[in-house]
């Protein structure tokens, strides 16, 4: 990480710096749409995400804060303790992230269920009037039109990737609007060893339900049978063919999301990562659920 970045959080107005109370910041690795930096000011910690809009992607930094506070209301998420242009403080949580092992433990994804219900039903109470739609469907036409106009090496699959799109979003059909997370990584949940966190909410908006069910499981390799048990712990009920099928054509949506994010990132973003290889395996891993799908 760059002195720049330690420049920027340590010149942020939060910090008491009239007391002459040190500021050391240590840069956190990880973040692939962020500057992340743990931040030690007295006998405090916090955690400082830097991060500029990034509108080929739909982040919008005023969504997210709205959505950070709303979590924290809801007692899922650390507080955001200050925000100003580009940057967020929140306090910092002393844990582990999680490994996709871990959330195929079945106790893990019981509390895991329950933060995902808190998100889903009282988040939305703790929200400003405005917020964003994260409808997966209309997030890969949008990423399919920006491939197109930066020349993606990727144009010539678009065309199929939008008849895919349009059989799986027919296929979901109706939907019971929900305010979800819509990045369930591993890395976004903390173990502080007596509860479960939530974090980072860039691409937090209101979709359906299934989208965060299906992005779960298909982030961290769920089996078939762990994943109907995920949907009968979600639904409180048996796992209807009806509902598995909508189910698995938002994990394909997800899939597919997930790899067209890369194909963007790759002509887009500034930052070191591969995502040239990010794209790879992701395409894979949809071309083979996809294909599951077909055969249902």
Same mark, same amino acid.
């Given at each position: ?30 973040? @692939? ?99 964003? @739609? ?29 008849? @895919? ?132």
């Amino acid at each position: 990480m760059t002195d720049e970045g330690h420049k920027t959080v340590e010149a942020l107005t939060c910090w008491q710096k009239e007391s002459l109370t040190p500021i050391r910041s240590e840069a956190v690795e990880g973040g @692939i749409t962020n500057r992340n930096f743990r931040v030690e000011h007295g006998k405090d910690l916090f955690f400082v995400r830097l991060g500029k809009d990034i509108p080929e992607h739909g982040v919008y930094r005023f969504n997210e804060l709205a959505a950070s506070r709303a979590a924290f209301s809801c007692g899922i998420s650390p507080e955001v303790v200050h925000a100003e242009s580009g940057a967020m403080v929140l306090r910092f949580i002393e844990g582990k992230t999680l490994e996709p092992e871990n959330l195929r433990d079945h106790s893990t994804i019981q509390k895991v269920v329950s933060l995902l219900k808190k998100c889903h039903l009282e988040m939305p109470q703790n929200l400003p009037g405005s917020t964003l @739609i994260f409808w997966v469907f209309q997030v890969i036409r949008g990423y399919a039109k920006t491939l197109r106009e930066g020349k993606s090496r990727m144009i010539p699959e678009l065309s199929r990737f939008m008849e @895919i799109n349009r059989q799986l979003e027919k296929t979901v059909g109706a939907v019971e609007m929900r305010f979800g997370h819509n990045d369930l990584l591993c890395g976004n949940f903390i173990d502080d060893g007596k509860r479960l966190w939530l974090i980072d909410w860039d691409y937090a908006g209101f979709n359906s339900p299934l989208f965060d069910l299906a992005n779960l499981a298909s982030n961290n390799e769920y089996s078939e049978d762990l994943e109907k048990q995920l949907l009968e712990m979600y639904f409180e009920k048996a796992v209807s063919a009806d509902l598995w099928k909508r189910y698995f054509a938002m994990k394909c949506a997800s899939l597919l999301r997930e790899a067209m994010w890369s194909m963007v990132s790759e002509i887009h973003s500034t930052l070191d990562f591969d995502y040239g290889q990010y794209t790879t395996e992701n395409l894979e891993r949809f071309e083979n659920t996809f294909v599951k799908f077909e055969n249902l």
